[in-house]
């Protein structure tokens, strides 16, 4: 059957939502489950003999952190493919490496078997996994904002931070669904399931991307002149400072928090986990809308109510989980209300950024203010949090660190770009 201009018309930014949103859910997947069984890893791979629990998590965290560090490297080296040969080659190259590398992470032999090459091999592929990551967002949110709508570009760029959540939720299902096998099982073979789960899942995505056609912007302004490497760096910067809140309060909330309630409130694993899928769930409710009113009344203003929020409420909430006579359903709604704060920021903030830059050096320029800003404050927050807590003692770290993040993020959102997308007439998104 022949599509007709109109049917097109419809179906091809549905097939680029899809198609862009499940390498996000799968990058996303995966480090939600690495974060979810950051202890579990971290006994099999960086615990020799003589060795802390302690010791042990900051050495996964710092594996975890060095893998955001090569994003940026990733973000650089496909976004600069993208941006001269085209949107769908290099996102096709991108979910291969990313697949193949969390795969094998699922089949790797652990320190008790091959001693100390096991941190080694398992750093090796989340290497890979950074620079995959890296190539992902950019090209992604390139194809879903080219593609979106007249007015629509909040929305459709919301998709990427939704996909984050569900990726997210799909991680600690598949954890939940691990911890009906028995301890032993569990930290023998069983954490090896959800890595091992990713095969699938990532050939469906190849499937998806090997029929989506290249975007309509890239194909008519390629060959448009690129802007001053000056403005594009200083439009990188703002970027990068305008999500930095996102990005810590994101993986503080979200990813950070199943180990911190493990190690520092002595929370079980099942609770952790519960306490996670509440945030995520919180996260995943306000993402859409966010973007949606975004095209309505600017990315600005709603990104700058999460931000306010998270600056507010960060203490309190944390002070919250902290209380032993509080309920669990109360403690439920404060870590789903986190969560939710966060989605403020992250529904509007893919179409922010794609909005800093023109379509000849998009996928570059939004790819690595969103690498470099993930780099240092996402890769970064578990490490950070927990080195801190274990020299201070003191349990507030993470609350301080998320609020401390989005009042720099409060001030870069106050700052006008210096570079708006060609074609988007109004600036700052308002009608896109």
């Known amino acids: ?209 090997l029929r989506l056609d290249e975007t309509p912007a890239f194909r008519e302004e390629r060959a448009a002149e690129r802007p001053p490497v000056r403005e594009v760096l200083g439009a990188i910067a703002l970027g990068a400072g305008r999500i930095m809140g996102w990005a810590a309060a994101g993986y503080t909330f979200l990813v950070v928090l199943p180990s911190y309630l493990q190690s520092t409130l002595e929370a079980t694993f099942q609770q952790a986990l519960v306490a996670t899928v509440l945030a995520n769930l919180g996260f995943a409710l306000t993402i859409l809308p966010a973007g949606l009113l975004s095209d309505r009344i600017g990315r600005r203003p709603v990104m700058l109510t999460g931000a306010v929020l998270v600056v507010v409420l960060a203490v309190p909430l944390l002070n919250l989980l902290q209380a032993p006579g509080v309920s669990l359903t109360l403690k439920g709604a404060a870590v789903c209300g986190a969560g939710a704060v966060v989605g403020l920021m992250a529904g509007p903030g893919p179409a922010m950024l794609a909005e800093l830059f023109p379509t000849n050096v998009r996928y570059t320029g939004l790819g690595l203010a969103y690498a470099l800003s993930n780099a240092v404050f996402s890769g970064c927050a578990g490490l950070i949090i927990t080195e801190t807590i274990e020299r201070t003692g003191n349990v507030d770290i993470p609350a301080y660190y998320a609020a401390a993040t989005c009042a720099v993020s409060i001030l870069a959102l106050a700052k006008s770009p210096t570079t708006t997308s060609r074609p988007t007439k109004s600036p700052e998104g308002k009608v896109s």
């Open 1 to 209: 059957m022949t599509l007709t201009i109109h049917d097109r018309g419809t179906v091809r930014p549905r097939r680029a939502l899809l198609a862009g949103s499940v390498g996000n859910f799968i990058e996303w997947y995966e480090f939600g489950v690495y974060g979810y069984f950051a202890t579990i890893i971290a006994a099999r791979f960086f615990t020799p003999e003589g060795g802390s629990e302690a010791e042990a998590l900051v050495r996964t965290y710092a594996s975890f952190a060095l893998a955001f560090f090569f994003r940026p490297v990733g973000a650089a080296l496909f976004g600069r493919l993208g941006d001269r040969i085209g949107r769908r080659p290099v996102l096709i190259v991108v979910i291969l490496l990313m697949t193949g590398a969390t795969t094998l992470i699922g089949a790797l032999p652990t320190y008790a078997t091959v001693g100390a090459l096991a941190p080694w091999l398992l750093t090796f592929l989340r290497v890979l996994q950074g620079l995959s990551a890296g190539g992902e967002f950019g090209g992604a949110v390139a194809v879903m904002t080219e593609f979106a709508p007249p007015g629509r570009r909040g929305l459709y760029g919301s998709w990427q931070s939704f996909t984050v959540a569900l990726g997210l939720l799909g991680g600690a299902g598949a954890a939940l669904l691990a911890t009906v096998l028995t301890e032993h099982q569990l930290n023998a073979w069983g954490w090896r399931l959800p890595f091992l789960l990713t095969l699938p899942l990532g050939l469906g995505a190849l499937w998806l991307r």
